[in-house]
């Protein structure tokens, strides 16, 4: 199995700041690699896929990058309704795999 | 538009067997592409995917749970079944079934709880 590892575990940031988060894979996944992101009590909501495309209704200030092992998630002018727990998962092979997540909080 | 709902038991004994359904509209299952899949979460812990079904019937499942999982649909009712035999309480967790694209998930259903306790 692919090992998805994301850091921070978690970061507290303000209105404003931009925000990165790391997903190491632990082999090359190519772009095979998606970020969501999950409000307590609520289904994940998918941001980014392969990468770097923004999915539909994802505001802008949310933007990915990276390929084979390293990967990050970078939010830009961070907004209240950014707070939540951030996963990455790859789709390079089976099994799918997520990372641990990274707990966003706002300052 | 896309959405899909999850239906099962909310409470299951240790060593029984859980069938969970996830009804879906928006799409169809025999449609070249389309593929669904089943992703759980324990309380307070991260994703974990589960099994995974495709339009012509190819089937994926997580290797540590490949013999308690059994995933199937239902492409006339829109309706995609997994059930997972043996159960036990690290099995309590929210079941989340969810409309895959291109290997991502692109849109989840609402989450099940489902509590394994005697």
């Known amino acids: 199995d692919i090992q998805m590892t994301q850091s921070p575990s978690s970061v507290s940031a303000s209105v404003g700041d931009r925000v990165t988060i790391t997903c190491r894979a632990s082999?090359?996944?190519?772009?095979?690699l998606a970020w969501y992101q999950q409000k307590p009590g609520k289904a994940p909501k998918l941001l980014i896929y392969?990468?770097?495309s923004l999915q539909s209704g994802v505001p802008s200030r949310f933007s990915g990058s990276g390929s084979g092992t390293d990967f990050t998630v970078t939010i830009s002018n961070l907004q209240p309704e950014d707070f939540g727990i951030y996963y990455c998962?790859?789709?390079?092979?089976?099994?799918?795999?997520f990372g641990q997540g990274t707990k966003l909080e706002i300052k | 538009q896309i959405t899909l709902k999850e239906s099962g038991p909310t409470l299951v004994k240790p060593t029984q067997t859980l069938t969970l359904t996830c009804t879906f509209s928006?799409?169809?299952?025999?449609?070249?592409?389309?593929?669904v899949g089943w992703i759980r979460q324990p309380p307070g812990k991260a994703l974990e995917w589960l099994a995974l079904?495709?339009?012509?019937?190819?089937?994926h499942y997580s290797p540590s749970l490949r013999s308690k999982l059994t995933i199937t649909k239902d492409t006339s009712e829109n309706q995609v079944v997994l059930t997972m035999t043996n159960i036990n309480p690290v099995d309590t967790a929210t079941y989340y079934c969810?409309?895959?694209?291109?290997?991502?998930?692109?849109?989840w259903g609402q989450g099940t709880l489902v509590t394994v306790s005697s």
């Open positions: 969810a409309h895959r694209h291109g290997g991502y998930f692109d849109y």
């Open positions: 928006g799409f169809s299952l025999s449609t070249s592409g389309v593929g």
């Open positions: 079904i495709y339009w012509h019937d190819e089937k």
């Open positions: 082999q090359g996944i190519s772009s095979w």
């Open positions: 392969a990468a770097s």
């Open positions: 998962q790859q789709a390079y092979n089976y099994p799918y795999t």
